[in-house]
């Protein structure tokens, strides 16, 4: 029998989540995973859940109130993913993660805030596009969300210091898409760090924009 549309959302939840914890872009119990549904509720992973052992029928629905209609209490960072849906009309899947190099880059002094990531690949101005750093909150501090939803205005994608990385998307596939090209390229940020490197000119980007319509 064919998975109605909520069936299929929660098992791609639950196998991007293992994905992304194979791989090691998260750890323990950290990171969570939302999808938007048509009736304005969510999908989204459960409190201290390990992504990489996540299960279809456990997975938390909200209803378009934010209240748990069924499955176990929802992440705490209910408010952050909240924030973005609120302003980023074409977002139905946002991923937040604790992956190593994203936050690593976000530790490091001197870095711009307004865009946290130089242009280093078109793959990174294409899938993320300019990264802002939000202050530090502690986790599922619900003041958090102010902030968040003044940047995600404009930005797809926003760095928690000391915390990691939140990315939406148009779809969940392409919301991973965009935080494995943004830990990538935090790597890259991070070991050449110090030294001299070449990011790409304000001439290659207005290419990317021209030829794919990337937003810098």
């Known amino acids: 029998m064919a998975l109605s549309e909520e069936g299929r959302l929660r098992e791609a939840i639950c196998d991007f989540g293992r994905s992304l914890f194979d791989r090691g872009l998260t750890a323990g119990s950290s990171g969570n995973i939302s999808v ?3 009736d304005g509720g969510w999908l989204m992973t459960p409190t201290n859940a390990s992504l990489g052992r996540l299960d279809p029928a456990r997975i938390s629905k909200l209803g ?5 209609v069924s499955g176990d209490a929802p992440t705490k960072e209910i408010p952050l993913h909240r924030a973005v849906y609120d302003v980023r009309g074409g977002a139905r899947a946002i991923v937040h993660l604790h992956s190593h190099y994203s936050v690593a880059a976000s530790l490091l002094e001197g870095i711009d805030a307004a865009s946290m990531l130089p242009p280093l690949t078109p793959y990174f101005v294409m899938k993320v596009g300019r990264l802002p750093l939000v202050p530090y909150f502690r ?3 619900p003041s958090v969300a102010d902030v968040i939803r003044d940047l995600a205005r404009h930005h797809a994608a926003v760095m928690l210091a000391n ?4 990315v939406s998307g148009e779809s969940l596939d392409a919301a991973v898409n965009a935080i494995e090209e943004l830990e990538a390229t935090s790597r890259l940020f991070v070991d050449l760090h110090g030294k001299p490197h070449r990011a790409l000119s304000e001439a290659q980007i207005e290419e990317l924009r021209q030829t794919f ?3 810098w």
């Open 36 to 38: 938007a549904l048509d």
């Open 64 to 68: 378009a109130d934010g209240r748990l």
């Open 139 to 141: 986790p599922g501090d």
């Open 163 to 166: 915390h990691g990385p939140v």
């Open 213 to 215: 319509g990337a937003v």
